[in-house]
């Protein structure tokens, strides 16, 4: 999904906690790719929500 794939997952069990370790490898240009792309959707969703805001208080 996000170019990061998780290998070799365990669980622990201590006292009232579950610990899940595992290892991982990513695929960089893709996880790079997919961030860009959440962080320009994130910028935009900002921008609307200020016009909006903007819009309200000038009505």
Known sequence: MCGVELEKP???YIDH???IDTD???????F???FK???KAEVEKAKK???????????
């Open 17 to 19: 906690a579950i610990v």
């Open 32 to 34: 790079v790719s997919k």
């Open 10 to 12: 365990s669980l622990s």
């Open 49 to 59: 929500k200020q016009q909006l805001d903007d819009e309200e208080q000038y009505s």
């Open 24 to 30: 991982f490898s990513y695929d960089l240009p893709h």
């Open 37 to 39: 792309a959440y962080i």
